[in-house]
């Protein structure tokens, strides 16, 4: 898998299937790392971890310059430590914008906000002292830098991070698909209670063999004229004009938490719809679906309603869409178990945000909490339940 996410770098929206692809098929694919990744996708504890050269802006030099850079010297400590070190290799403002953005940098245990209101800062700052360096002459940045109680010494502003939507669109920007969570998350229980989500339509891409076969013509669950409702989020939409009397009509590509599905919108339904079918705009679409022979089933739309509206046409019991955010994230496991223990860190430190976590360790009966907050999202909670059973990982 990791050869064929490689070998679609140069592809953007293949990249993007394939990696769903893998997610949808149980593979989970890790976030960017400055310290973990490599330049191309790897395997790391049975996921595969993004690559630094699939970034936005992050060629494939400059990654595997990091990548040298930090197996001679060590992981890199903080954002002053990774721009001293690599500045001088070419890692520019727009790589360091798409590290930040893509979640690359969050091991540093700073939020998205700060490391961009300080790093053109700290740019700055390493460009001169590397020009006065190749002068000659003394740089008191650089020897700050080499006394190691200054290395964290910048001065971060205590501002909030980004709301969450406009986290995960920056995300996908510069990663080509969400990473740390998605934006339909907190509509899953909603989403899921309709006849239809883009799982149920299997890609006939001639380029895809290692994911179809002849017998995916056979669609299944999902049948020409089916009528269909389901939960999406709308990343393209282009408007076009029909042959024969130049009349408006949409094709829309909408995204729910299992990949994409195309649809269209007729000139009739498209006047009284187009108001609904802005890019980012999150709704419940209803329509029939149209499967011809040779191209991938598409969704004839004719209603869009917004999740507000359908929230109110449901019974009242099923009408709170956003789940109790998480107060505690309680993991149960054997801490003396020391690789176990490693992999439960690996995982937390790829998450950090506001969710307070708490390890209660089985062969000594105590609970200690974890040394930084965690993001609770779908993604989390797959990765721990590759290595913890289900049961030892609650949210309370």
């Known amino acids: 898998m990791t050869s064929v996410l490689n070998n679609r770098l140069s592809k953007p929206d293949d990249l993007k299937k394939y990696i769903m692809y ?172 309709f006849n239809f989500n883009s799982s149920m339509i299997k890609k006939t891409d001639e380029d895809s063999e290692e994911m179809e076969t002849e017998e995916d013509e056979d669609y299944g669950d999902i049948t020409d004229g089916m009528s269909v409702t389901f939960g999406g989020i709308i990343t393209e939409n282009r408007k076009m004009f029909t042959k024969r009397d130049n009349k408006e009509m949409g094709i829309v590509k909408i995204e729910d938490l299992y990949g994409e599905v195309d649809c269209m919108v007729f000139p009739n339904q498209y006047k009284n719809l187009k108001h609904m079918l802005e890019v980012d705009q999150i709704a419940i679409f209803s329509g029939k679906v149209s499967i011809r022979v040779g191209d991938s089933p598409i969704i004839i739309l004719d209603d869009v309603k917004s999740v507000d509206e359908t929230k109110q046409e449901q019974n009242n019991q099923k009408t709170e869409i956003m789940e109790e955010k998480p107060k505690v994230l309680w993991l149960k496991l054997n801490c003396s178990n020391k690789e176990l223990m490693q992999k439960v860190m690996n995982i937390l430190d790829a998450y950090t945000g506001e969710t307070e976590c708490r390890l209660r360790c089985t062969q000594k009966n105590q609970t200690y909490q974890y040394k930084h907050g965690i993001l609770v999202n779908n993604l989390l909670l797959y990765e721990l339940q590759t290595i913890l059973p289900e049961n030892d990982i609650k949210l309370v």
């Not at 996921?47 to 494939?60: E, F, V």
């Not at 390493?126 to 964290?152: A, C, H, P, V």
């Not at 910048?154 to 709301?163: G, K, L, S, T």
């Open 22 to 193: 893998a997610r949808n098929t149980g593979i989970d694919v890790l976030p960017p790392d400055i310290n973990k990744s490599q330049s191309l996708f790897s395997i790391e504890n049975g996921a595969i971890r993004h690559g630094l050269a699939a970034l936005k802006n992050m060629g494939y030099s400059i990654s595997e310059q990091i990548i040298a850079e930090r197996e001679q010297n060590g992981e890199f400590k903080d954002l002053v430590d990774l721009v001293s070190r690599m500045n001088k290799y070419g890692l520019n403002r727009k790589g360091l914008e798409s590290l930040i953005f893509s979640g690359a940098l969050d091991c540093f245990g700073k939020r998205r906000t700060q490391l961009m209101a300080v790093f053109e800062l700290v740019l700055e700052r390493t460009s001169k002292d590397r020009k006065s360096s190749s002068n000659g002459q003394i740089s008191m940045f650089d020897t700050l830098l080499k006394n190691e109680q200054t290395l964290t010494s910048v001065d971060y502003p205590d501002i909030p991070e980004f709301i969450e939507t406009e986290k995960l669109k920056k995300e996908k920007e510069f990663v080509g698909v969400y990473v740390s969570g998605h934006p339909l998350d907190k509509y899953w229980k909603q989403f899921s209670e």
